[in-house]
C-alpha cells in the first residue's frame, strides 16, 4: 500500500506550553494538541524550566495529535519547529541529561553581569556586532552564568563533554536520537553570541563572554532541503526540515516576505517585526536586528520591538483590578463608553521595553477624574497596548528604508475588535486579522514543507494567506496625532519612577 504524505507536523514549544499541530496542503489546520509546561520561579527574578519536561511535553502531544486526527507518522512529509527564543539549555554529551534546569528568556539573574559589562563600554560593539543590546534577555550571559556557576562546567564545555543549546537545539536532539546538535539561523541570532554579518560564531563575543566554541551548536539554515536531519516521530523517520525562533515562524506564518511587509503578535507581551530584506540594518532608534529566516544559504533580516506588557495589562484588569469577569469583557466594556475621557494608562509594570528601554518606569493613570468610572479605566488599558505598539511602528518606520503600509496581527487579544479598530485608527495604516491566528505553528509548517517541495514556493504560501478581516483607519491625522502627543506625555512622566529619589539638598 502506496502511504500519502499528506501532512506536516509542526511543534510549538512555547514559554507556557508545548503544542504539536498538523496542517495540510491547504494550510489548514487539521489537528492541534496542548500540554502546559511546568513554570519555577525559584528566587526572585529567576524562572526556569525543566528540560526533560520541555521534551517530555512536547513528545506527549505528537502523540496525541497524531492519535486525535488518526494520522499515522507515514503521513507525515516532514516535522518543522517554532519555539521559545533565548532560554539556555547545558546538557552532557554523554548522558543526554541536563546539567542544571533551563534559564527561561524572561529570567533577570544576570542583569549585574550586564551592568558590569556595560560599565567597561562594549555595548556599542556588542550592538555592532549581534544587533541586540546588551541585556540579560539574550543566551549569552545565560550560559556565561551557568558556566561560571557550576562547579567545573567550563572546564567540561572546553573538553566538549557538554552541549549548549537553546530549546530548538534541545528538541532537535532529543527528536534525532541524541546525533544532531544544531540550532537554526534565526535562534542563533538570538543568543548575543553570533556576528550578524557573517551569519557565524563571533570570536570576540565568545571571548568576552568566555564561551568555549567546543560546546555550541552548528548553526543551519531555518528551512532547508531534506538531507540528513531525519526526526523520529512515534518510531518512524520524518525529514527535519524547518526550525525556527517563534516570533520569527510567526512572521513566516504571516508570509510577510517582502520588505516593509510587518507583523505584531498581541500575547502577554508584543512583538512587532518587520522584513527588511537582504540587509542587516542597525536600528538608530533602540530596534533589535535579527536574522528573518535563512532558507538554504539566502539570509533575510528583520527589525524587531517588543513590548512587556500587552495583553497582560487585560490579565491585570482581570486578576488585578477585577473588573472584568474574562479577558474578552474588556471589549464590552470598553465599548460602553464613547473614548477614554483623556484617561491613559501607561502599563509599564515592569518597566518599558523598546524603543524607551526603561527598567525603572512603573505603570501609572493619567487624566483621572471624579467621572472617571471602570469603563474608561478599561478602555485606557486597551488603548495602551495599541499605543505601545505605535511606539515600535514608529521606531521602525524611522529606522525602515521601506514604508510599512500594513500591519499583520495576530495572537489571544487580536480576538478585540474594538482594540484593533484603535490601532488602526492610531496607527492610519489598515490592520489585517488572518483567517488563521495560529500563525507561529503554520509558519514551522510552511518552513518545513518547502524543504519537501509539500509547497513548492512562498508564492504558493502567500497565496494560501487569507485575510479574516481588514480594519480601516477611521480617525484624522490630527485627532489620532493629538492622542499620541498626550500618550507620549505620559509615557515620559513614568520613566525612571522606582529609581531612589536623590536627597534634598
Ligand atoms: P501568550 O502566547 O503570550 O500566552 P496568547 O496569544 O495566548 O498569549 O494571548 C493571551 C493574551 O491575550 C492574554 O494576556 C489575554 O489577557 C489577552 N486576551 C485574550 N483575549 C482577549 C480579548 N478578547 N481582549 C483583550 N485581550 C485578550
Not at 505528537?62 to 507525515?76: F, H, N, T
Not at 510567526?250 to 517582502?258: I, K, P, R
Amino acid at each position: 500500500m502506496v502511504t500519502v504524505a499528506s501532512y506536516v507536523l509542526a511543534l510549538d514549544q512555547g514559554t507556557t506550553s508545548s503544542r504539536s499541530v498538523l496542517v495540510d496542503r491547504a494550510g489548514e489546520i487539521v489537528a492541534s494538541a496542548q500540554a502546559e509546561l511546568t513554570q519555577s520561579f525559584p528566587q526572585t527574578g529567576w524562572v526556569e524550566h525543566d528540560p526533560n519536561e520541555i521534551w517530555s511535553t512536547q513528545a506527549a502531544t505528537i502523540a496525541a495529535v497524531l492519535a486525535k486526527a488518526d494520522v499515522s507518522p507515514r503521513q507525515l512529509a516532514a516535522v518543522g519547529i517554532a519555539n521559545q527564543r533565548e532560554t539556555t539549555v547545558l546538557w552532557d554529551r554523554h548522558s543526554g541529561q541536563p546539567v542544571a534546569p533551563a534559564i527561561v528568556w524572561q529570567d533577570r539573574r544576570t542583569a549585574a553581569a550586564c551592568d558590569l559589562l556595560r560599565a567597561t563600554g562594549v555595548e556599542p560593539d556588542i550592538v555592532r556586532r549581534t544587533g541586540l543590546r546588551l541585556d540579560p534577555y539574550f543566551s549569552a550571559t545565560k550560559l556565561a552564568w551557568l558556566l561560571d556557576t557550576i562547579p567545573g562546567a567550563r572546564a567540561r564545555a572546553t573538553r566538549g563533554e557538554l552541549a549548549f543549546g537553546t530549546v530548538d537545539s534541545w528538541l532537535v536532539y532529543k527528536l534525532t536520537g541524541h546525533r544532531q546538535h544544531v540550532t537554526d539561523a534565526t535562534n542563533a541570532s538570538r543568543t548575543m553570541l553570533v556576528n550578524l554579518q557573517t551569519g557565524d560564531w563571533d570570536p570576540e563575543m565568545l571571548r568576552l563572554l568566555q564561551i568555549p566554541p567546543a560546546c555550541l551548536p552548528t548553526i543551519v539554515a531555518t528551512a532547508r532541503a531534506a538531507t540528513s536531519m531525519v526526526a523520529d516521530i512515534a518510531g518512524h523517520p520524518v525529514p527535519l526540515t524547518g526550525i525556527a525562533g517563534d516570533q520569527h515562524a510567526a512572521l513566516f506564518g504571516q508570509a510577510c516576505f517582502a520588505p516593509g511587509m510587518a507583523k505584531n503578535t498581541y500575547g502577554t507581551g508584543c512583538f512587532l517585526l518587520a522584513n527588511t530584506g537582504d540587509t542587516a540594518q542597525i536600528s538608530q532608534h533602540k530596534l533589535l536586528t535579527t536574522v528573518a529566516w535563512q532558507i538554504d544559504q539566502q539570509r533575510q533580516f528583520a527589525l524587531e520591538g517588543s513590548v512587556f506588557v500587552g495583553g497582560a495589562v487585560v490579565q491585570w484588569l482581570r486578576d488585578g483590578l477585577g473588573i472584568v469577569q474574562h479577558a474578552a469583557d474588556s471589549e464590552a466594556l470598553a465599548a460602553s463608553v464613547p473614548d477614554s475621557d483623556g484617561v491613559y494608562c501607561v502599563p509599564a509594570f515592569t518597566g518599558l521595553g523598546s524603543p524607551h528601554w526603561d527598567p525603572h518606569a512603573r505603570g501609572a493613570f493619567f487624566g483621572l477624574t471624579r467621572g472617571t468610572t471602570r469603563a474608561h479605566i478599561a478602555r485606557a488599558a486597551l488603548e495602551s497596548i495599541a499605543f505601545q505598539s505605535a511606539d515600535l511602528l514608529a521606531a521602525m518606520q524611522l529606522d525602515s528604508g521601506t514604508p510599512i503600509t500594513e500591519l499583520r496581527v495576530d495572537g489571544g487579544a487580536t480576538a478585540n475588535n474594538l482594540l484593533m479598530q484603535f490601532q488602526a485608527d492610531i496607527l492610519g495604516i489598515p490592520v489585517v486579522r488572518p483567517r488563521y491566528a495560529e500563525t507561529t505553528a503554520l509558519g514551522a509548517a510552511y518552513l518545513a514543507g518547502l524543504g519537501v517541495n509539500f509547497w513548492s514556493s512562498q508564492d504558493e504560501i502567500a497565496a494560501n494567506w487569507q485575510s479574516e478581516r481588514r480594519f480601516l483607519p477611521q480617525l484624522d491625522t490630527a485627532a489620532a496625532q493629538a492622542r499620541l502627543v498626550d500618550w507620549a506625555r505620559a509615557v515620559e512622566r513614568t520613566r525612571g519612577w522606582s529609581r531612589p529619589a536623590a536627597p534634598n539638598v
